[in-house]
């Protein structure tokens, strides 16, 4: 498709982009439109060769690492000196303490469960950041978590016998959090607020809490409250009360809910979640980021029948044990994660070159939230003044400078406070994890999140390692001793780095977002690793996994942790190479159909569907949340067992083929999906699947970006000017 181009300078903009800026962005902020393009193309100007320098290190590092696996056998103590020699290893930094300030108490002090979602989806995007609050009731009536056994299944009406067990787990939840003095939550038949104590009758005895502190307060009269509000380890939970409704009636004590304070915090993302690879698509985000900042996004939808319109939630309120009103946080606070330094978009060209998308999303994301810093806004996001900016794939320290350096240039652009704008650090390339403290010391004082991505940083561990030799299969890669030092000096370095009690420490996404049963026995791993975050699929998975944070108080864990010695670098640098490739023929074509099915059903949707984050079934039909980063640790697993002749290109190409049908027909009901099979050398996105395997160990650091980017403007048809 043609684009019209506005030119501003050097700069050619999209229409789209321009009038989007001209129109909704800058009205709001205070700049003026001559200042605010003369002031954006300075930056381009003075970043660009920046940028430029820095990707071209990243291929100088790997080649000189490739050259030395070529020519050595793998030593642990010689590949140290080795990358200490190049620069890969950099010098460490004296110890220190991170200085940031005006940081939202979600992110800096309350450990919980947080979301990401792709902000191109408006109605997403509104879900997560109302995720703050959720029903208990619901995400254990909706989800396996109660078993559907012994006449509890769910079926399509109300189902008395699961209620039953629903009200169970929550009040054996209540028994655990907020134990009474004397007896249990079950056996309450009326609870009412009295000297400034919770009262629960039981029987003809009275009891209170076994901690009367952790009653914060309630709603409706004292001696017939509404909603009884608890709070435990930062985080609340309000007992809903109504003893004529369907549920209430059914209870005792007439509760007819438990609500827990979930998604504290949510990542609305730019980048891996999202298929965004031009103008139209970028301002898709940009327009839903303004909306969430100035609170008036809304999304219209049909639900059984009935038109019904979403927004952001209000703040809630109650009343103190002293008789004064307090007002909840009704909604997540929200992290906007940008692009990392690699990418350029055809939205805006400079002397005729794309811009990097880095530096586009670094200048206009903080215009987008001028409303907010300047609380211009009724439904503000951060009462401190703060944005928080997720920054991806950086992969060093003189990344995060660069970072660094255009959020200052931003800031001064748009007439901020320095240092408004937050930086979260994402631990997901190898030559980050080595040097992470170097890192975090490059943002000393803007730092408010770390955090570990198994995907992504697998995807680098491979391609970084490509001339090393064959990996292990996929699936034991986490239980090889790189991954247990990657994960725990992650968390060792953040806290001996001053991060408790000024920013998130962040593990990574549980896959299944229908198996939250799963997910409710394994991820208690993550509050009791130290990581005061960590992500999750959907709202009630925020739920769920936010009964984690009251069994594990995350603050008393990271001052345990703290004093703790780092993981050695050594375990860190250890590649997991498999030691005996002798797999069986069998072995081998189950590695490569759960790859390549993987990688189709993924790629197929973000091709032709500009969907970048969706419920992918695997080989086996299981719903799993895919983004690019499961993307590039498959076809960078491929690529290496094609490098090192483990399979053949026929093995491959068979494999693809013959997942390519099982893909089509796991979308067969789709209307819109165009399936694969029915020609293969003219399917844009079959073929941009084969490449991400075939191209895999030349893509820069194993990025299925350039690929997925490549092939979608070429399905939009896109020509340029």
Same mark, same amino acid.
């Given at each position: 498709?043609?684009?019209?181009?506005?030119?501003?300078?050097?700069?050619?903009?999209?229409?789209?982009?321009?009038?989007?800026?001209?129109?909704?962005?800058?009205?709001?902020?205070?700049?003026?439109?001559d200042?605010?393009?003369?002031?954006?193309?300075?930056?381009?100007?003075?970043?660009?060769?920046?940028?430029?320098?820095?990707?071209?290190?990243?291929?100088?590092?790997?080649?000189?690492?490739?050259?030395?696996?070529?020519?050595n056998?793998?030593?642990?103590?010689?590949?140290?000196?080795?990358?200490?020699?190049?620069?890969?290893?950099?010098?460490?930094?004296?110890?220190f303490?991170?200085?940031?300030?005006?940081?939202d108490?979600?992110?800096?002090?309350?450990?919980?469960?947080?979301l990401?979602?792709?902000?191109?989806?408006?109605?997403?995007?509104?879900?997560?950041?109302?995720?703050?609050?959720?029903?208990?009731?619901?995400a254990?009536?909706?989800?396996?978590?109660?078993a559907?056994?012994?006449?509890?299944?769910?079926?399509?009406?109300? %189902?008395?016998?699961?209620?039953?067990?629903?009200?169970?787990?929550?009040?054996?939840?209540?028994?655990?959090?907020?134990?009474?003095?004397?007896?249990?939550?079950?056996?309450?038949?009326?609870?009412?607020?009295?000297?400034?104590?919770?009262?629960?009758?039981?029987?003809?005895?009275?009891?209170?809490?076994?901690?009367?502190?952790?009653?914060?307060?309630?709603?409706?009269?004292?001696?017939?409250?509404?909603?009884?509000?608890?709070?435990?380890?930062?985080?609340?939970?309000?007992?809903?009360?109504?003893?004529?409704?369907?549920?209430?009636q059914?209870?005792?004590?007439g509760?007819?809910?438990?609500?827990?304070?979930?998604?504290?915090?949510?990542?609305?993302?730019?980048?891996?979640?999202?298929?965004?690879?031009?103008?139209?698509?970028?301002?898709?985000?940009?327009?839903?980021?303004?909306?969430?900042?100035?609170?008036?996004?809304?999304?219209?939808?049909?639900?059984?029948?009935?038109?019904?319109?979403?927004?952001?939630?209000?703040?809630?309120?109650?009343?103190?044990l002293?008789?004064?009103?307090?007002?909840?946080?009704?909604?997540?606070?929200?992290?906007?994660?940008?692009?990392?330094?690699?990418?350029?978009?055809?939205?805006?060209?400079?002397d005729?070159?794309?811009?990097?998308?880095?530096?586009m999303?670094?200048?206009?994301?903080?215009?987008?939230t001028?409303?907010?810093?300047q609380?211009?806004?009724?439904?503000?996001?951060?009462?401190t003044?703060?944005?928080?900016?997720?920054?991806?794939?950086?992969?060093?320290?003189?990344?995060?400078?660069?970072?660094?350096?255009?959020?200052?240039?931003?800031?001064?652009?748009?007439?901020?406070?320095?240092?408004?704008?937050?930086?979260?650090? +994402?631990?997901?390339?190898?030559?980050?994890?080595? %040097?992470?403290? %170097?890192?975090?010391?490059?943002?000393?004082?803007?730092?408010?999140?770390?955090?570990?991505?198994? +995907?992504?940083?697998?995807?680098?561990?491979?391609?970084?390692?490509?001339?090393?030799?064959?990996?292990?299969?996929?699936?034991?890669?986490?239980?090889?001793?790189?991954? %247990?030092?990657?994960?725990?000096?992650?968390?060792?370095?953040?806290?001996?780095?001053?991060?408790?009690g000024?920013?998130?420490?962040?593990?990574?996404?549980?896959?299944?977002?229908?198996?939250?049963?799963?997910?409710?026995?394994?991820?208690?791993?993550h509050?009791?690793?130290?990581?005061?975050?960590?992500?999750?699929?959907?709202?009630?998975?925020?739920?769920?996994?936010?009964?984690?944070?009251?069994?594990?108080?995350?603050?008393e864990?990271?001052?345990?942790?703290?004093?703790?010695?780092?993981?050695s670098?050594?375990?860190?640098?250890?590649?997991?190479?498999?030691?005996?490739?002798?797999?069986?023929?069998?072995?081998?074509?189950?590695?490569?159909?759960?790859?390549?099915?993987?990688?189709?059903?993924?790629?197929v949707?973000?091709?032709?569907?500009?969907?970048?984050?969706?419920?992918?079934?695997?080989?086996?039909n299981?719903?799993?949340?895919?983004?690019?980063?499961?993307?590039?640790?498959?076809?960078?697993?491929?690529?290496?067992?094609?490098?090192?002749?483990?399979?053949?290109?026929?093995?491959?190409?068979?494999?693809?083929?013959?997942?390519?049908?099982?893909?089509?027909?796991?979308n067969?009901?789709?209307?819109?999906?165009?399936?694969?099979?029915?020609?293969?050398?003219?399917?844009?996105?079959?073929?941009?699947?084969?490449?991400?395997?075939?191209?895999?160990?030349?893509?820069?650091?194993?990025?299925?970006?350039?690929?997925?980017?490549?092939?979608?403007?070429?399905?939009?048809?896109?020509?340029?000017?």
């Amino acid at each position: 498709m043609a684009t019209t181009r506005i030119t501003k300078g050097s700069l050619a903009i999209d229409q789209i982009l321009f009038d989007f800026i001209e129109k909704e962005a800058l009205p709001l902020s205070g700049v003026s439109s001559d200042d605010f393009w003369a002031g954006f193309e300075a930056i381009i100007k003075d970043l660009t060769p920046k940028n430029k320098a820095l990707l071209a290190r990243r291929e100088q590092l790997q080649a000189q690492i490739d050259q030395w696996h070529t020519d050595n056998a793998y030593d642990l103590d010689a590949y140290k000196a080795f990358l200490s020699q190049i620069g890969y290893l950099e010098p460490e930094v004296a110890d220190f303490s991170i200085s940031t300030e005006n940081v939202d108490d979600e992110i800096a002090t309350i450990a919980g469960a947080q979301l990401v979602v792709p902000v191109r989806n408006a109605r997403y995007c509104l879900n997560a950041a109302n995720a703050r609050w959720g029903s208990l009731y619901d995400a254990l009536y909706g989800f396996d978590v109660i078993a559907e056994t012994n006449g509890a299944e769910k079926g399509k009406g109300y %189902n008395p016998v699961r209620g039953a067990k629903v009200i169970e787990f929550a009040k054996n939840f209540l028994d655990e959090t907020f134990p009474l003095a004397d007896g249990s939550h079950s056996q309450v038949t009326a609870y009412a607020i009295a000297d400034g104590k919770l009262a629960a009758t039981i029987g003809d005895n009275q009891t209170t809490l076994a901690k009367p502190e952790q009653l914060a307060g309630f709603n409706g009269d004292a001696d017939k409250p509404e909603q009884i509000v608890l709070k435990n380890n930062g985080l609340h939970a309000i007992i809903e009360i109504d003893a004529t409704s369907p549920i209430g009636q059914t209870d005792k004590a007439g509760v007819k809910d438990v609500i827990l304070e979930a998604a504290v915090t949510t990542i609305q993302d730019l980048e891996d979640s999202v298929a965004a690879v031009d103008a139209e698509e970028k301002v898709e985000g940009y327009r839903n980021w303004l909306g969430l900042m100035k609170g008036d996004l809304t999304e219209v939808m049909e639900k059984n029948g009935k038109t019904i319109t979403r927004r952001l939630n209000e703040d809630r309120s109650y009343t103190d044990l002293a008789g004064n009103t307090q007002t909840l946080h009704g909604r997540s606070v929200m992290l906007l994660r940008n692009v990392g330094h690699l990418m350029t978009n055809p939205a805006i060209l400079v002397d005729g070159e794309e811009v990097f998308e880095g530096i586009m999303d670094g200048v206009i994301t903080p215009l987008l939230t001028v409303v907010d810093l300047q609380g211009k806004n009724t439904l503000r996001n951060s009462r401190t003044g703060s944005m928080y900016i997720v920054k991806p794939k950086m992969h060093g320290s003189d990344e995060v400078a660069f970072a660094v350096e255009l959020f200052e240039r931003a800031e001064k652009l748009l007439g901020l406070p320095a240092k408004c704008l937050k930086v979260g650090i +994402m631990d997901e390339e190898r030559r980050t994890s080595a %040097n992470l403290k %170097n890192c975090i010391a490059q943002a000393k004082d803007r730092t408010i999140f770390i955090n570990t991505g198994f +995907m992504d940083r697998t995807g680098d561990e491979i391609h970084t390692a490509m001339k090393a030799g064959a990996f292990v299969r996929k699936g034991e890669i986490k239980g090889q001793t790189w991954f %247990n030092a990657y994960e725990g000096r992650n968390v060792s370095i953040g806290l001996k780095s001053g991060l408790l009690g000024k920013a998130q420490i962040g593990k990574g996404m549980w896959p299944k977002p229908d198996e939250l049963a799963d997910m409710y026995k394994s991820k208690i791993e993550h509050p009791q690793a130290g990581a005061s975050c960590a992500w999750v699929p959907s709202p009630s998975g925020a739920v769920i996994h936010a009964i984690h944070y009251h069994q594990c108080n995350v603050a008393e864990r990271q001052a345990t942790l703290q004093a703790q010695a780092v993981p050695s670098l050594d375990d860190l640098l250890t590649i997991p190479l498999a030691t005996d490739t002798n797999w069986s023929d069998e072995d081998k074509t189950r590695e490569l159909e759960n790859n390549c099915q993987g990688i189709l059903g993924y790629v197929v949707r973000w091709v032709d569907l500009g969907v970048g984050c969706s419920k992918v079934p695997d080989i086996n039909n299981v719903g799993l949340m895919e983004d690019r980063a499961t993307l590039r640790i498959s076809s960078q697993h491929v690529a290496n067992w094609l490098a090192h002749g483990i399979v053949s290109e026929s093995q491959v190409w068979e494999v693809l083929k013959r997942m390519a049908k099982v893909v089509d027909e796991q979308n067969a009901s789709d209307p819109a999906y165009r399936p694969m099979a029915a020609d293969f050398d003219n399917n844009i996105a079959f073929n941009a699947a084969a490449d991400l395997i075939f191209k895999g160990a030349s893509q820069p650091s194993g990025y299925t970006e350039p690929l997925l980017h490549a092939a979608r403007l070429k399905l939009k048809g896109y020509t340029g000017d």
